[in-house]
């Protein structure tokens, strides 16, 4: 089992920038992968961004390619989001996952993520 708690979210205006954090507890950390996904109100969550276990892979979603970078420090059991360039577009509840299902898998599913934050409020005014 793992635990996961995300923080770093905040209110922020367009073209701005914030950095979420994962602290993962629980299960050794850095044997499997870790993602970032999103839920805007009335929206179905979707996939931000994964890093696999060492981190020399990472995936983004089309729509924050070039603004936002994934990373974790296994050392400290962290996994970050770095998000520049705000948009208005980007406001939604951020979330946390582990995949611990497949370690060597790096998915972009949700459906493929079996450990869950509760999520921190980013929100973008324009």
């Known amino acids: 089992q793992v635990q996961l708690v995300e923080s770093g979210g905040g209110l922020v205006q367009a073209g701005g920038s914030l950095r979420l954090s994962c602290a993962a507890s629980?299960?050794?950390?850095?044997?499997?992968?870790m993602g970032w996904f999103r839920q805007a109100p009335g929206k179905e969550r979707e996939f931000v961004a994964t890093?696999?276990?060492?981190?020399?892979?990472?995936y983004y979603a089309d729509s924050v390619k070039g603004r936002f970078t994934i990373s974790r420090d296994n050392a400290k059991n962290m996994v970050y989001l770095q998000m520049n360039s705000l948009k208005p577009e980007d406001t939604a509840v951020y979330f946390c996952?582990?995949?611990?299902?497949?370690?060597?898998?790096?998915?972009?599913?949700?459906?493929?993520?079996?450990?869950w934050g509760q999520g921190t409020q980013v929100t973008v005014s324009s």
């Open positions: 996952a582990a995949d611990l299902s497949h370690p060597l898998r790096v998915a972009v599913r949700s459906s493929e993520y079996d450990h």
């Open positions: 890093i696999s276990w060492s981190g020399g892979t990472a």
């Open positions: 629980g299960r050794t950390f850095g044997r499997y992968a």
